[in-house]
């Protein structure tokens, strides 16, 4: 019984130190910011392969998640006899939750798993050190474009997705179960509020794409620097960015529409 | 101003005291004491896992002591703010084991990184001193290569290249030779010595390789347990009479460092298994 409540304890202080680490990597993160501005360079680069490479595996989840909510949401509203209803129902579903969530989660999946191994194999193979030993602070220089990339891209990235999304819903209705074209254009654009849908689903994605790239960069910065370390950074870098995604948009789902 | 030959020999350029640093329950350095000569080669010996990078890491200020004090030209390492630990990076280089070079760019860009982030100098000037500096290790012709397409011995020449591009006062070289091929290796002790004949650059060399670091070594320490075990030259540590020393240079199976790792005794040991 001691044992057990020693190794909580042990977990429990381990868990705090890293949440304290990760608070501790923010502002120097933060402060990187002016080194961006004299050096926009630094941010175009990870612009591109933090989101352009990410358009890909976005636009086609947004496509097919649109096409499914069409054909559920067809067989569902058709009970009621509501099929017009069917754009607004597609557009609200993507707008407000499953825009930002998946897109977040599929960003941890590609985007994240690779900035953790990127820092993480830097750190393994001393790149980071001579980084510090030249003179050149690699939080500045190193993790402060990736956090600004990812954070910019992830709400670009949602949009994609939500767009792409109210295209294949339309693919589905408009195109293969005939719902009528004007009702569900019509239908989506009286239904959608642009604060307490649009905004509100911006503001996710934005908080999203804070804390899934905040999390993959420091889950490689702070990694044990051998092969399994960053390994074990990576997996760890889904799940809590997945986990977290799913606890906040729950707590952002309650305030904002509460 | 340059300083007389005999007064540089005898500055100590990094002044080491009662250093101490632990690892978690571990003191790697108990009680240290160490003079790097200005100018010279000062090689820092001992065998695996004695702390000797992590003795470069404590120099260079990327860790921090837990009692002691390190000096670099007459700066306290540790007591200096970031910027002005920043600045005094930028008049030391590292030569890291691995080499460290960025791997998302040439060997060119590399050894421009320095001057590049430290410098306002322009395009064609930044060339042509990184192109001598490749010129210094043999490496101009390989500039366009990037460091995946490069052999261990010429990712450690072109880090070579990149430590000496803001042409440091010091540089530290964490086991130069660890995992060269004799040609390699040979190019590197040359280059080692060299540099510090014609730029007078202080050299820390930090190696398990007795006979290449002997070869270009004007002063060694031999580390063990956290303290310095003997130090002199190295026709004095080849003549020493201490047990440890004799081991270690002449690299004997058993001695003071034993063969077998502290345990029950072999008899003890079968029997309680055979129970």
Redesign the interface.
Known sequence: MTGLLAQLGSWGIETLTRLGRAHLLLLPMMRGFLDILRRPRLLLDQLFSVGVLTILIISVAGLFVGMVLGLQGFYILSRFGGETALGLMVAASLVRELGPVLTALLFAGRAGSALTAEIGLMKA???L??L??????PEH?VLAPRFFAGFISVPLLAAIFSMLGVLGGWMVGGGMLSVDQGAFWNGMQNGIDFHDDIINGVIKSVVFGFVCTWIAIFQGYDCVPTSEGVSRATTRTVVHSSLAVLGLDFVLTALMFS | MKQPESKQQSTPLVRIRGLRFRRGSRWIFDGLDVDIPLGRVTAIMGPSGTGKTTLLKLIGGQLRPDEGTIEVDGENVHALSTPELYRLRMRMGMLFQSGALLTDISVFENVAFPLREHTRLTESMLRKLVLLKLEAVGLRGARDLMPSELSGGMARRVALARAIALDPMMIMYDEPFTGQDPISMGVLVQLIRRLNDAARITSIVVSHDVAETLEIADQVYVISNGKVVESGSPAQLQESGGEWTRQFIQGLPDGPVPFHYPGPGLQEDLLEKSL
């Open positions: 193979t001393e790149q050190s001579g510090e030993m030249m003179a050149v602070n220089r």
